[in-house]
């Protein structure tokens, strides 16, 4: 197994356009990975790197910046997308600097190249199963995947009281839920992965959208994975 490729998966999955409904403007939310289970142990002590990872979602007129820190700062990931959708990946391996600019009609043709079974899920709902996660009032919600995905499902807890659209690159489109997930459990199948909001605000620095992109080397997606397929997920 490539731990560098599962990383880059979830934090793909997590990844999303923000964009605010009903008055709110803008945002930051922090989530981290508090346990990775799986039954495999050749898979157990990798897996454990997970945990503690964090994920920074800032989002403000329409754009948004998803940050993550990986394996200790080994590896930091930035994705910045712009209102219409387009996309600004920064990815440092341990040095290795990588930045990959992507427009949305570029991303809607990998979509359609490359059909997700993530797209189709059977969601349900239970509002009178609830709990409060980072002040927010939530309600349990299960999202089972269908066909060749039936292995895969999501255990939320959803806030109607964060309306946001998350238009997911690849992965999950949250918006096709009735709430913001503050907390949930993915389960792969070989593995389950749990991730809680441990901090909400309602203000953002527009400073955070600035990224300087010195010593990053400029690249398309295509080259990106080819990239990261010759460097056999950078030995992990």
Same mark, same amino acid.
């Given at each position: 197994? =490539?731990?560098?490729n ?6 793909l999955?997590?990844?999303?356009i ?16 508090? /346990? ?6 050749e ?13 920074? *979602? ?25 209102? /219409? ?7 440092d ?10 427009? =949305? ?9 490359n ?13 009178? /199963?609830?709990k ?7 309600? =349990? ?8 995905a ?14 946001i659209n ?40 527009? =400073?955070?959208? *600035? ?5 990053y ?18 030995g992990?």
């Amino acid at each position: 197994m =490539k731990l560098i490729n599962t990383f880059l998966c979830f934090f793909l999955l997590a990844t999303g356009i923000m964009t605010a409904q009903e008055g709110m403007k803008e945002g930051y939310i922090k989530m981290e990975i508090t /346990d990775v289970i799986t039954d495999n142990q050749e898979m157990a002590a990798m897996l454990e790197m997970m945990k503690g990872t964090e994920t920074e *979602v800032y989002f403000q007129d329409g754009k948004s910046l998803t940050n993550m820190n990986l394996m200790g700062g080994m590896v930091q990931m930035k994705n910045m997308l712009d209102k /219409d959708g387009n996309m600004n990946m920064f990815m440092d391996a341990m040095g290795n600097k990588m930045h990959v600019e992507t427009t =949305k009609m570029e991303m809607d043709k990998m979509k359609a190249e490359n059909p997700n079974p993530m797209d189709d899920l059977d969601i349900t709902y239970d509002e009178n /199963d609830r709990k409060k996660i980072a002040g927010y009032d939530c309600y =349990k919600m299960i999202a089972k995947g269908k066909g060749d995905a039936s292995s895969f499902s999501i255990e939320a807890y959803v806030t109607e009281d964060i309306k946001i659209n998350a238009s997911v690159m690849q992965g999950i489109d949250l918006g096709i839920f009735k709430g913001f997930p503050l907390e949930y459990i993915i389960d792969a199948g070989q593995m389950k992965l749990v991730s809680t909001t441990m901090e909400i605000k309602d203000e953002v620095d527009p =400073k955070v959208f *600035v990224i300087d992109d010195s010593g990053y080397t400029k690249m398309s997606m295509e080259e990106f994975m080819g990239s990261m397929g010759q460097m056999g997920g950078f030995g992990f």
